[in-house]
T-cell receptor, first 110, second 116 residues
């Protein structure tokens, strides 16, 4: 089993709808979780971090963490074409080592 | 700040040649990370440094790969000899406190390496 698993997509969502991205992980000891966004041909950039069970909201983005079920998700409300990108789930494994999933490619259709 | 600076942006070389990738982290950042990204394997951590000292190189795929950080403002990743399966985008990233804390990684623009 991979350490971090994501559905590679592509995930296609109409503009204005909610995009839901999911990630599961294998290490129960993981404490810190991150969502990075990567536009085609660009480098990853951090959009959300979450450390406690429950929801964390930042503008149109909501990160959800369930440590018992070992999953973390990202919801994007009122999706815009500019949200079209690959979304990478990441967690820290040991001291300072950030492990990434394969990423989910999201396309927002106007 | 100019951000993390990587060079070259693109590198095309022939199998067997030596390749050197360069990185200048953000001034004041004490952690530096080298990642490799491919379609098949995604984004993989190769090695990271703290205060110029290599901390974890368990992700370095083979002895053909080596990395150095001679000072706080410069790091290199060298592949010798290069092979076609080394073709990937290589990212350098830096952070102030480390990836495990609330401090985010700042990525460079990456080097697209093609080994023919």
């Amino acid at each position: 089993q991979k350490e971090v698993e994501q559905n590679s997509g592509p995930l296609s969502v109409p503009e204005g709808a909610i995009a839901s991205l999911n990630c599961t992980y294998s290490d129960r000891g993981s404490q810190s979780f991150f969502w990075y966004r990567q536009y085609s041909g660009k480098s990853p950039e951090l959009i959300m971090s979450i450390y406690s069970n429950g929801d964390k909201e930042d503008g149109r983005f909501t990160a959800q963490l369930n440590k018992a079920s070992q999953y973390v998700s990202l919801l994007i409300r009122d999706s815009q074409p500019s949200d079209s990108a690959t979304y990478l789930c990441a967690l820290h494994q040991g001291a300072q080592k950030l492990v990434f999933g394969q990423g989910t490619r999201l396309t927002i259709n106007p | 700040d100019a951000g993390v600076i990587q060079s070259p942006r693109h590198e095309v070389t022939e199998m067997g040649q030596e390749v050197t990738l360069r990185c200048k982290p953000i001034s004041g950042h004490d952690y530096l990370f080298w990642y490799r990204q491919t379609m098949m394997r995604g984004l993989e951590l190769l090695i990271y440094f703290n205060n110029n000292v290599p901390i974890d190189d368990s992700g370095m795929p083979e002895d053909r790969f080596s990395a150095k950080m001679p000072n706080a403002s410069f790091s290199t990743l060298k592949i010798q000899p290069s092979e076609p399966r080394d073709s990937a985008v290589y990212f350098c990233a830096s952070s102030l406190v480390g990836a495990a804390t609330n401090e985010k990684l700042f990525f460079g623009s990456g080097t697209q390496l093609s080994v023919l």
